[in-house]
């Protein structure tokens, strides 16, 4: 199983970044993988390989790094409880993935074939549900009922955006806003349930409760327009996973969003037309984005979510995982940089 602290000190300047985010919870890192392998056995022998299969290319785990920043001590072992939280974000996550490739019809992701493509989309679309179930059994064993509340409607409202972002493939006016509200749903929806649970577990207070959601949100928002512009601006050797999948199946985000909002109603509408109707590929698009100069005002997007997230920081308890989020958010900053994009 890929191990987030497995990765070498000597790669890349974001991988450094990274490490250095991962080191102190390296020990919450080796039980969180322990726990992920017990729970292969809690599935029917003929689904167990397809959980490994996800449990070995599931990246960075982002939301675990945010439960344990937030719910464990750096270096130590954390409590079984905050271990459980981690496996169980991190299945939810696993899961919007299995079905977000079905969806992408996306053969590669973290540098491997993607469940889909290996499988088919009828297994796919059953060890998503089936990962999605194993998430709230879990969450259902703690002794009070506000894990499994909270985790049950962070599902939800995932599921609800990723409706929210297909009911918008071709609509005739693309708006921002909705773009907004959309990965506000499926994406920083998961990343504020992580530090919440992580902040709750660990007896936070309801004003620290509060900042740990506003740090996760507007983290998770930069981190999705990160995303969204990786899918354009990127190249498949460094990215690791097909990309060009948003504009394949007609999903505007914010770079196509604000290049057309940006036009005359004349050219918006030819343009419009020529992208719904795939006469303008990838590389195209990539072109036109960076010669309209669009991708500075996704970046003052990417870098106002941030800047939000870092102000929360100062309510959070405790100097270490302070230091420990602004290292986190650091580094998803720098990501802006990885594909150079400037």
């Known amino acids: 199983m890929e191990n987030p602290g497995s990765q070498s000190a000597s790669q890349t300047t974001s991988q450094g970044r990274f490490q250095s985010v991962v080191e102190p919870l390296q020990p919450a890192f080796a039980a969180l993988e322990s726990f992920l392998v017990r729970q292969v056995t809690a599935f029917e022998p003929e689904v167990q390989p397809l959980v490994d299969y996800c449990f070995g290319h599931s990246g960075k785990k982002l939301r675990p790094i945010l439960v344990f920043s937030m719910g464990a ?130 007896g936070f207070e309801e004003n620290a409760l509060d900042a740990a959601r506003q740090y996760a949100r507007h983290l998770g928002i930069a981190y999705q327009i990160y995303d969204d512009a990786a899918d354009i601006f990127a190249e498949e050797r460094v990215a690791g996973k097909t990309l060009g999948t948003d504009l394949a199946t007609g999903k505007f985000t914010l770079p196509v969003l604000l290049w057309l909002e940006a036009m005359p109603a004349e050219r918006r509408r030819k343009v419009f037309a020529r992208l719904r109707g795939g006469s303008m590929d990838r590389e195209q698009v990539r072109q036109a984005l960076l010669d309209d100069g669009v991708l500075d005002s996704v970046g003052r997007a990417f870098h106002a979510q941030l800047e939000l997230s870092h102000r929360a920081i100062s309510r959070i308890p405790g100097s270490a995982r302070r230091q420990q989020l602004e290292i986190l958010a650091d580094f998803v900053g720098s990501a802006w940089n990885k594909f150079n994009i400037r």
């Open 73 to 202: 001590e750096p270096g130590k072992v954390p409590s079984e409880e905050i271990v459980q939280a981690a496996a169980i974000v991190e299945l939810v996550h696993l899961a919007t993935l299995v079905h977000d490739d079905i969806l992408d019809e996306a053969d590669v992701r973290h540098r491997t074939e993607t469940l889909v493509s290996k499988y088919g989309p009828h297994v796919a679309v059953l060890l998503g549900d089936a990962l999605f179930a194993h998430a709230l059994h879990l969450a259902a064993q703690y002794p009070d009922v506000e894990v499994c509340r909270t985790v049950s409607l962070a599902t939800r409202q995932v599921c609800s955006g990723e409706i929210a972002q297909t009911f918008a493939r071709g609509n005739e006016l693309p708006d921002p806003e909705a773009y907004f509200r959309m990965i506000d749903l499926k994406t920083a929806e998961l990343f504020n349930v992580s530090a919440y649970l992580g902040g709750y577990l660990a």
